[in-house]
Each structure stands twice: as C-alpha cells, then as structure tokens.
C-alpha cells in the first residue's frame, strides 16, 4: 500500500487530454519534488518529469506537470495511441527516508 | 550514452542468496546516487534502495531492511545488491537506476533493462 495516491485507470479519445493527481502529505509530495515515469512492463520506465515541472531532454511538450501543496498531476496532451502505458509519481519520504511511487495509473486510448 | 546493464539474475530458493551488478557507463559514475527498484508480477513499481553518490549513505525499503545491502565500486562503475534470506515475495524484475547526485533523495533519469529474479522452490 503506497503512501502516495493515484487513480487506477484514465482514458480517453487520440488527440484528447488526460490528466493524472497523485495526492500524499507533507513528508513527501508537500516538502520534496515529484517526479512522473512512464512504463510498459518488461522495458525501462522513462523519467517524463522530474522537479514537479521540468521535462527531461526529448520528451515532448505534451507531457507536463504541476503540484500543490500536497498534491501533484501529470497532464497529457494530444494523447496517441503510443501512450497508453503505466504512469508512476514518485518523490522522497522523509519519514523515513525512503523514496516512494505512487501505485501508478493506466492510461487508456480509447 | 548513459547505459546500465544489470545482471546476476535468477532462480532462488527461499532462503537463499544472489548478487545483483549493475555496470554503468557514459557519465560519470562518482557524480550520481544510484538505486534499484523492482517490479514484482502484475504488481507497480516499488523502490528498493539507494546509495549516495559517495556511497556514504544509504537507504532501505522497510521489506529488505536487515536482507538487502546495497553497494558501489568505483573503480569498476558497478552498483551492487547483495539479497539474503530470499522470500517468495522477492520474486520481481529488479531495474538499476541512475539517481540524482549527492544523496539520492531526486528523480531517476536512466534505467536499466532489468534482471528477473525468481524465489521459488
């Protein structure tokens, strides 16, 4: 059981929009910064965002994040079928020292 | 390029013991944390451990505390992971990852391919 918050599943139509919360508290999420992974299982997750907000160098500017407070989302843009994955948040717990991922989210393209 | 090529993979029985490697290259390996998460069957990922660019420090999931011990080569840019007393709950595809630099506590930009580790009588 993650200490970070994530719906199951989102969906929805190519070239629409999705956006995915992750929720925590303020030893995670509300004093450190989140990062967003994607991942197919049996290949390497890839970092789409780190620091809540920058984007790693080749990632397309679809991919954005936010955070506030104790919360932070990953919003996706003209969604394609090449997205459908899994999507993972994940920051520093300092208490107790851990980094920790969020139970991740599976985006569906409808 | 960054690359992390993880081995020493396997079949285990419970009880038992392996040594995960990670060898790493294309970045300067004494600059950067390095962890190692893992994804058990039809499960999420789940963060394992990480060691500080120094190698210094370092930190458990509260699962492997007491089992797992994580550790650095500098002179062969190679990240290790000594499992003991194995469990069935182990059972996982374990990723090397490269962290951010200094303690750890950032995001994980580079991965590995990972290693399949099977717990299993």
């Known amino acids: 059981q993650s200490v970070l918050t994530q719906p199951p599943s989102v969906s929805a139509a190519p070239g629409q929009k999705v956006t995915i919360s992750c929720s925590g508290s303020?030893?995670?999420?509300?004093?450190?910064?989140v990062s967003w992974y994607q991942h197919l299982p049996g290949t390497a997750p890839k970092l789409l965002i780190y620091?809540?907000?920058k984007r790693p160098s080749g990632i397309p500017d679809r991919f954005s994040g936010s955070k506030s407070g104790t919360s932070a989302t990953l919003g996706i843009t003209g969604l394609q079928t090449g997205d459908e994955a899994d999507y993972y948040c994940?920051?520093?717990?300092?208490?107790?020292?851990?980094?920790?991922f969020g139970p991740g989210t599976k985006v569906t393209v409808l | 390029e960054v690359q992390l090529v993880e081995s020493g993979g396997g079949l285990v029985q419970p009880g038992g013991s392996l040594r995960l490697s990670c060898a790493a290259s294309?970045?300067?390996?004494?600059?950067?944390?390095m962890g190692w998460v893992r994804q058990a069957p039809g499960m999420g990922l789940e963060w394992v451990s990480v060691?500080?660019?120094?190698?210094?420090?370092?930190y458990y999931t509260d699962s492997v505390k007491g089992r797992f011990t994580i550790s650095r080569d500098e002179s062969k840019n190679t990240v290790y992971l000594q499992m003991n007393s194995l469990r069935a709950e182990d059972t996982a595809v374990f990723y090397c990852?490269?962290?951010?630099?200094?303690?750890?506590?950032?995001?994980?930009?580079?991965w590995g391919q990972g290693t399949l580790v099977t717990v299993s009588s």
């Open positions: 303020s030893s995670n999420i509300g004093n450190n910064h």
């Open positions: 294309g970045f300067t390996f004494s600059s950067y944390a």
């Open positions: 060691i500080s660019s120094s190698g210094r420090n370092s």
């Open positions: 990852a490269r962290g951010s630099r200094g303690l750890g506590s950032g995001h994980y930009e580079y």
């Open positions: 620091e809540s907000n």
């Open positions: 994940g920051t520093w717990d300092s208490s107790p020292n851990t980094y920790v």
